[in-house]
């Protein structure tokens, strides 16, 4: 009896893990090794390949669209990140008091998270078009036509401009979670002290919210540096004028895919993806644990 | 004079809570809006002209003539009511185990959902493929849903939401010789109402609008889900903007729909700090 109610307690705990430990080991962790070994061998589609060293990553050295491609994904993260911390959480600070209606405005501004990506690249690509909502408005002010859609670089910034507003009410939510454990007498204790709206938003608001601030940079970044469907979307497959607005992800997508896909190429090329957001979110962690010990 | 400040505070933030509602759900209405001009109604004017002139449904129809959008949303759900199960399951149960059960190895478990979510989906997609492939699951449904079908975050999720149960609860059950099963399901699970509805959120709108995976992984076109059918209207673009419009909505209501019924959950759970990670 008692050997029974020992296995039985061993076993339920791994029965319990099984489902999720399964998948999250054969669909992640498993492909990552292979992927870690496909960067070193010739592999395609339809054939294993051989081992080559470090070929992939000196042919990536004189691959101009490699070099494109992370210049895009970085462009990215050094436009994206800034607005994806601050402007969620202005919102959150507008919509963080429990007045009427504002139920309704956090779920209202919460449906660009919930429409899928290739909807709201639709909308857009419709909004911005030659002839669309955004051009007929510029008109009216004499403005225009602005052809968002057929440059290289107005591509990459609408791409941008999507990305942060579809992430707005997501990390809105990530904010209001933390604002909500921000006591309130430090807000009224400022207020009393003559504190203007600016002073209490620098002095006591960004203080209390610093570690999901620098959450938010670290998620977001990592999220923007592997953008693919904003941009394949917008800019169409081959990725904007002459390719120019290729990012990283929709080169390994390219390259690896396909009956004839470059296997060993395209997993060398996101073993660089990993490795940058990876460094990313080091890099952010680290700067906060800096500013925490100089404040 | 205070008061006065108040108020026109309160009519401030209003004003400013009505430019981002403007800026947030604006471009839907006027997909909306689109979707439901009639062909003669000419959508290019300027000023835009934000009200159809003669409302109709017509393009609801027309665009099933060029894309069959009630067979891709169908594909759509299944995956998407798939991913919900196997989440809801999933999560929960491995949740519950790495918060409550003592055994050896927990650490381990714990370290391989923590790495899993270091792991970009978008680094390991070519291996994936490899392997959907090689299980003889290429090219469908299934394969579709798998890599998803238990996310390591809607894992820790629930292994945080658990583990804010107060314990007495349990004790008391165990004391009454409830076995690991019966305490899980009649006293845990109620207890994570919340972050449950936040799970299945997740992982319906994480499937419904996943757009990379399905594009690498189907290729016979009976088998798409909306998003990669969606993305074959973008040629029809000069065409008929109405269509396209049409199409949209059709893809982006249900889950309107859906998050209107659960949101009140959806920020209750929230507020249990499941999203605090």
Redo the contacts between chains.
């Keep these: 009896m008692a050997g029974r109610v020992r296995t039985h307690r061993a076993v339920s705990p791994w029965l319990f893990l099984l489902p999720g430990l399964a998948v999250v080991t054969a669909f992640s962790l498993c492909p990552f090794l292979t992927t870690a070994h496909h960067a070193f061998t010739d592999a395609r589609t339809l054939t294993p390949g051989g081992w080559v060293g470090l070929r992939n990553f000196r042919e990536m050295l004189h691959d101009e669209q490699f070099w494109v491609a992370l210049r895009n994904s970085g462009l990215y993260v050094l436009v994206v990140v800034p607005f994806t911390v601050l402007l969620p959480l202005l919102l959150a600070l507008l919509v963080e008091r429990r007045l009427p209606g504002v139920a309704f405005f956090r779920s209202a501004f919460y449906t660009p998270v919930v429409a899928s990506v290739v909807v709201v690249a639709l909308v857009w690509g419709w909004m911005l078009d030659d002839r669309g909502l955004v051009n007929g408005l510029l008109r009216v002010l004499g403005a225009g036509p602005v052809h968002f859609l057929g440059d290289q670089w107005l591509l990459l910034l609408s791409a941008m401009a999507l990305t942060v507003w579809k992430g707005l009410g997501y990390y809105m939510v990530i904010y209001l979670a933390a604002l909500a454990g921000v006591p309130r007498e430090l807000h009224e204790a400022a207020a009393v002290d003559g504190a203007g709206a600016l002073r209490r938003f620098v002095s006591v608001t960004v203080p209390a919210v610093r570690s999901t601030m620098v959450l938010v940079g670290a998620l977001s970044s990592v999220a923007a540096f592997k953008v693919f469907s904003e941009v394949y979307l917008l800019a169409g497959p081959t990725g904007g004028p002459a390719g120019a607005d290729t990012t990283l992800v929709m080169l390994v997508q390219r390259t690896g895919t396909g009956l004839n896909g470059r296997v060993g190429y395209a997993s060398a090329l996101s073993l660089v993806v990993f490795g940058v957001a990876l460094v990313l979110m080091l890099l952010v962690l680290r700067a906060n644990r800096r500013g925490r010990e100089g404040g | 004079m205070r008061s006065r400040g108040r108020v026109v505070r309160?009519v401030v933030?209003?004003a400013?809570?009505l430019v981002?509602?403007a800026?947030?759900?604006g471009?839907?209405l006027?997909?909306l809006s689109?979707s439901l001009k009639g062909p003669a109604e000419d959508v290019?004017?300027?000023?835009?002209r934000f009200l159809p002139a003669h409302p109709t449904g017509a393009n609801y129809a027309e665009v099933a003539d060029v894309i069959p959008v009630w067979d891709y949303a169908l594909n759509s759900l299944k995956v998407a009511v798939a991913s919900v199960l196997?989440n809801l399951?999933?999560?929960s149960?491995?949740g519950?185990?790495?918060a409550r059960?003592?055994?050896?190895g927990?650490r381990a478990?714990g370290l391989?959902?923590v790495?899993?979510l270091?792991?970009?989906?978008?680094?390991?997609?070519?291996?994936?493929?490899?392997?959907v492939r090689d299980l003889g699951l290429g090219d469908t449904l299934v394969a579709v849903v798998?890599?998803g079908?238990?996310g390591?975050l809607n894992?820790l999720l629930m292994r945080n939401a658990f583990a804010g149960v107060p314990y007495e609860l349990e004790e008391a059950a165990v004391i009454d010789g409830a076995n690991?099963?019966q305490r899980?399901t009649r006293i845990a699970l109620p207890s994570v109402r919340g972050t449950l509805a936040v799970v299945a959120i997740f992982a319906f709108?994480g499937a419904?609008?996943d757009?990379?995976w399905p594009?690498?992984v189907l290729s016979d076109s009976d088998r798409f889900t909306?998003?990669v059918g969606?993305?074959f209207?973008?040629g029809t673009?000069q065409q008929n903007?109405r269509l396209?419009?049409a199409?949209?909505v059709i893809?982006?209501a249900p889950?309107?729909v859906m998050?209107?019924v659960l949101?009140r959950y959806f920020?209750r759970g929230?507020?249990e700090?499941?999203?605090?990670?």
């Excluded at chain 2, 290019?44 to 835009?48: A, G, K, N």
């Design positions: 309160g933030r209003y400013l809570m981002v509602l800026v947030t759900v471009p839907f006027w997909q689109t290019y004017t300027s000023p835009p196997t399951v999933g999560a149960t491995a519950y185990a790495l059960l003592r055994f050896r927990r478990a391989a959902f790495a899993a270091l792991v970009p989906l978008e680094s390991v997609i070519i291996a994936q493929l490899t392997l798998l890599p079908a238990v390591a894992v690991v099963w899980f709108t419904w609008d757009f990379l594009l690498v909306l998003t969606l993305n209207l973008h673009f903007p396209v419009a199409g949209t893809a982006v889950l309107l998050f209107a949101q920020f929230v507020g700090g499941a999203v605090k990670g």
